[in-house]
């Protein structure tokens, strides 16, 4: 009987300790299953938040801008006296500007103040050091734009942007030769403040207006004259041209756009014949500075008739409005322009002319820039 009894005691205590070893067991497994799940969640949100991909994100752009600062040269009307146009001598007296390589054998976009007309002669440095002599194939004084060209090959180059297609506030980054060798490729960054401005130049008591421009906070002085506004991936958008010296952070530069069917013409035939209207217009906006009384809704005012134009002693006068060429819409003279790049000389084109309530077509053939 007591053999029974301690038979069954013996039996309720094994099976107590298998139970409690059970749920021993489940305990541990239960807290280990949790470690792995927190430290899951750890790598995964650690992995998300990883500074690692900020430093690649900023490693990319300083390589972007790297590589685009390849491609700004120094420009100086005036020769070298060393192995570089950097000497320690002020912008002022050099003459100094910057460009851009446009293209690997050596079409270089500036500004027209800073390498001079058509057929003149600078002199461009490029990053390495070397000098080489550039002539001007192209230049108009109204855009402050010109094409130079060197003798050279496997340049680096920038690659040109949609400049139609910008908005505000988009980021951009000015790189240009500010003061001289102290500074040369000097970047700073902004963003897009304004689009299609239209500002007033005074020159020798002289009153001009250049349109179309693109407005930035990125700080440009004067020898950055010439020298890119690109976007964040390293484009051209624009050709620094101008600041408000009276004021902090409002810098302008002429949209590339504009010289694309020039540069398309250097590249394929290794000249450019520019066609000619022979008028200078104004946008609609720069109307109210000349006259308030006068109200334009749409089309170019013509402010000038060349007297070497196809244009001169024909119908056209002074104060007519184009509104269309070849039936394509006019509201800009850039637009106007851009169109007549994409034309050779001797072309014939139709152009739609109001003057008060008439309307009337006049059909000319281009002629022949010099």
Same mark, same amino acid.
Request: charge should be negative; aromatic fraction near 8%; glycine fraction near 8%.
């Given at each position: 009987?007591?053999y029974?009894? &301690?038979?069954?005691?013996? *039996?309720?205590?094994?099976?107590?300790?298998?139970?409690a070893?059970?749920?021993?067991? !489940?305990?541990l497994?239960l807290?280990?299953?949790?470690?792995?799940?927190?430290?899951?969640?750890?790598?995964?949100?650690?992995?998300?938040?990883?500074?690692?991909?900020?430093?690649?994100?900023?490693?990319? *752009?300083?390589?972007?801008?790297?590589?685009?600062?390849? &491609?700004?040269?120094?420009?100086?009307?005036?020769?070298?006296? !060393?192995?570089?146009?950097?000497?320690?001598?002020?912008?002022?007296?050099?003459g100094? !500007?910057? @460009?851009? =390589?446009?293209?690997?054998?050596?079409?270089?976009?500036?500004?027209?103040? +800073?390498?001079?007309?058509?057929?003149?002669?600078?002199?461009?440095?490029?990053?390495d050091?070397?000098?080489?002599?550039?002539s +001007?194939?192209?230049?108009?004084?109204?855009?402050?734009?010109?094409i130079v060209?060197? *003798?050279?090959?496997?340049?680096?180059?920038?690659?040109?942007?949609?400049?139609?297609?910008?908005?505000?506030?988009d980021?951009?980054?000015a790189?240009?030769?500010?003061?001289? =060798?102290?500074?040369?490729?000097?970047?700073?960054?902004?963003?897009?403040?304004?689009?299609?401005? *239209?500002? %007033?130049?005074?020159e020798d008591? #002289?009153?001009?207006?250049?349109?179309?421009?693109?407005?930035?906070?990125?700080t440009?002085?004067?020898?950055?004259?010439g020298?890119?506004?690109?976007?964040?991936n390293?484009?051209?958008?624009?050709?620094?041209?101008?600041?408000?010296?009276?004021?902090? @952070?409002?810098?302008?530069?002429?949209?590339?756009?504009?010289?694309?069917?020039?540069?398309?013409?250097?590249?394929?035939?290794? %000249?450019?014949?520019e066609?000619?209207?022979?008028?200078?217009?104004?946008?609609?906006?720069v109307?109210p500075?000349?006259?308030?009384?006068?109200?334009?809704?749409?089309? +170019?005012?013509?402010?000038?008739? #060349?007297?070497? @134009?196809?244009?001169?002693?024909?119908?056209?006068?002074?104060?007519d409005i184009?509104?269309?060429?070849?039936d394509?819409? =006019?509201?800009?003279?850039n637009?106007l322009?851009?169109?007549?790049?994409?034309?050779?000389?001797?072309?014939?084109?139709?152009?739609?002319?109001?003057?008060? &309530?008439?309307?009337?077509?006049?059909?000319?053939?281009? @002629?022949? %820039?010099?």
């Amino acid at each position: 009987m007591y053999y029974e009894t &301690s038979r069954k005691k013996d *039996t309720m205590l094994i099976i107590i300790f298998m139970i409690a070893v059970i749920m021993l067991l !489940g305990i541990l497994i239960l807290k280990m299953d949790n470690k792995s799940n927190q430290s899951t969640t750890s790598n995964y949100d650690t992995s998300k938040l990883s500074t690692n991909n900020e430093q690649t994100v900023e490693f990319d *752009t300083s390589k972007m801008i790297n590589s685009v600062v390849k &491609s700004v040269v120094g420009i100086s009307k005036l020769q070298r006296n !060393g192995s570089s146009i950097f000497l320690n001598k002020s912008e002022e007296k050099l003459g100094l !500007g910057s @460009g851009i =390589i446009l293209s690997d054998n050596g079409y270089i976009l500036t500004n027209q103040h +800073v390498a001079g007309n058509k057929y003149g002669n600078c002199y461009v440095t490029l990053e390495d050091g070397n000098s080489y002599s550039g002539s +001007v194939v192209w230049a108009d004084n109204n855009l402050d734009l010109a094409i130079v060209k060197i *003798t050279a090959n496997n340049l680096d180059y920038i690659e040109l942007a949609d400049s139609d297609n910008i908005n505000l506030a988009d980021e951009v980054y000015a790189i240009g030769n500010p003061i001289g =060798i102290e500074f040369q490729r000097t970047v700073t960054k902004g963003i897009i403040s304004g689009i299609n401005r *239209t500002i %007033k130049i005074e020159e020798d008591t #002289q009153g001009s207006y250049m349109e179309d421009l693109i407005q930035t906070d990125a700080t440009i002085n004067e020898g950055n004259s010439g020298g890119p506004l690109i976007n964040k991936n390293g484009e051209l958008i624009g050709i620094n041209t101008v600041k408000i010296t009276d004021a902090e @952070g409002i810098g302008f530069a002429v949209p590339v756009n504009i010289v694309k069917p020039i540069l398309e013409q250097l590249m394929q035939k290794g %000249k450019f014949e520019e066609a000619y209207l022979g008028i200078y217009g104004y946008d609609k906006e720069v109307i109210p500075y000349l006259d308030s009384k006068l109200n334009i809704e749409n089309g +170019v005012y013509i402010a000038s008739i #060349q007297a070497d @134009g196809p244009l001169f002693n024909k119908e056209l006068r002074i104060g007519d409005i184009i509104t269309k060429i070849d039936d394509i819409e =006019i509201n800009k003279m850039n637009d106007l322009k851009k169109y007549i790049y994409t034309k050779s000389p001797n072309d014939k084109v139709k152009i739609l002319v109001n003057r008060g &309530s008439n309307n009337f077509e006049m059909e000319i053939n281009l @002629g022949h %820039k010099v």
